[in-house]
């Protein structure tokens, strides 16, 4: 099939490898608004290079790997082309637009599948297998760790939809994927401890979240922008049965005080040494999508789910209390947003 790629960033340039050395793309179409860095983004992976408008109506499929802003009209430029769609996530920077997005897209019956990757890490998936089989016994608690390594350039703020929609989004959609289990109620402490640049945008540099899930297992996530040993994704599970991690390891960014413990190799430094076999994975998902051989591992409505929590985390910060999900607009069963989707 022939797949068009538009967005030619760093990820952009991981996907471009995989997709060019991918069995199933007879041809790759790379577009950017910086021509040069899609030409460089081709050239490397031997894929052809075409304005996006071109790229799209030569395409079989549609791979987004633009700016988050750019998301919302990307898709809906697949949409009306009616060609199989994979979206970096998230769908758009605010809930309603989200919302209405996951009406156009299960409206249109187009395949459709977001790019939440940890869905696709052999850990995570263990986990989560351990967890609904029951293999786990019943689930006590949950920690999860997500530190960046360095926090992103301030021009990167403005149109990044802050740390819980940016990056804290993926911690979100991993919790509700690892237990089969909603988030009932949030509650956020955070704060500017480090670098005066997320002050200025009204964002924020480290946070902690407690969260009570919908069967009453307890998880909390402590993150941030920055480790200066290198980018920190870990998830741990209690049960009853047994307690596993993933992410801890020989390439974990920090440091064993403890005489004996786990030698330590070079850290990892950014998400796509961490995650980069489950992006290619995720891929290999989507093609199947795409080709009709398979059904979507993460729909739009799974995006619309997480940003409500995201959106419940901004809203806990905010005003300084627990905040239930229940009262961040959704759509489904309960009418809320009734003038987006109908129930």
């Known amino acids: ?60 499929a549609l791979v987004i790997a633009a700016a988050t802003d750019a998301h919302p009209a990307l898709i809906r430029a697949g949409l009306a082309r009616g060609i199989p769609i994979f979206s970096e996530k998230p769908l758009a920077l605010d809930l309603e637009q989200s919302a209405r997005l996951v009406g156009e897209i299960e409206a249109s019956g187009v395949p459709f599948q977001l790019g939440f990757q940890r869905r696709f890490d052999a850990a995570y998936r263990e986990a989560r297998r351990m967890v609904l089989s029951g293999e786990i016994g019943r689930l006590y608690q949950v920690r999860m760790t997500a530190n960046d390594h ?9 149109t990044s939809g802050g740390l819980f929609r940016d990056s804290s989004i993926h911690d979100f959609d991993a919790i509700r994927y690892l237990t089969g289990s909603e988030v009932q109620t949030i509650y956020v402490e955070g704060a ?15 946070a902690v979240a407690t969260m009570r899930m919908s069967d009453g297992t307890l998880v909390t996530l402590a993150g941030g922008r920055h480790n200066p040993l290198g980018y920190d994704i870990r998830i741990e599970l209690l049960g009853s049965r047994d307690a596993v991690a993933a992410g801890l390891g020989p390439h974990t960014p920090i440091r064993h005080l403890d005489e004996g413990s786990l030698a330590m ?44 929590i995201a959106e419940a985390a901004t809203r806990s910060l905010a005003e300084r209390r627990p905040v239930t999900l229940e009262e961040i607009n959704t759509i489904g069963e309960r009418e809320v947003l009734p003038d987006v989707l109908p129930r």
């Open 1 to 60: 099939m022939r797949l068009a790629q538009i967005g030619a960033g760093r990820i952009g340039e991981l996907h471009a490898a995989t997709l060019a050395g991918h069995p199933l793309v007879d041809e790759l179409i790379v577009a950017d608004l910086d021509q040069q860095r899609a030409e460089r983004v081709a050239a490397a992976v031997g894929a052809d290079v075409a304005d996006p408008e071109s790229a799209m109506d030569a395409a079989d």
């Open 265 to 308: 190799g070079p850290a990892w430094e950014s998400f796509i040494d961490r995650f980069a076999p489950a992006y290619e994975t995720e891929l290999s998902a989507f093609l199947d999508v795409a080709a009709g051989k398979a059904e979507s591992a993460c729909v739009a409505r799974d995006g619309l789910e997480a940003m409500r």
């Open 150 to 158: 360095a926090p992103p350039p301030e021009a990167y703020l403005p």
């Open 192 to 206: 500017v401890l480090g670098f005066e640049m997320f002050a200025r945008h009204h964002d924020i540099d480290t």
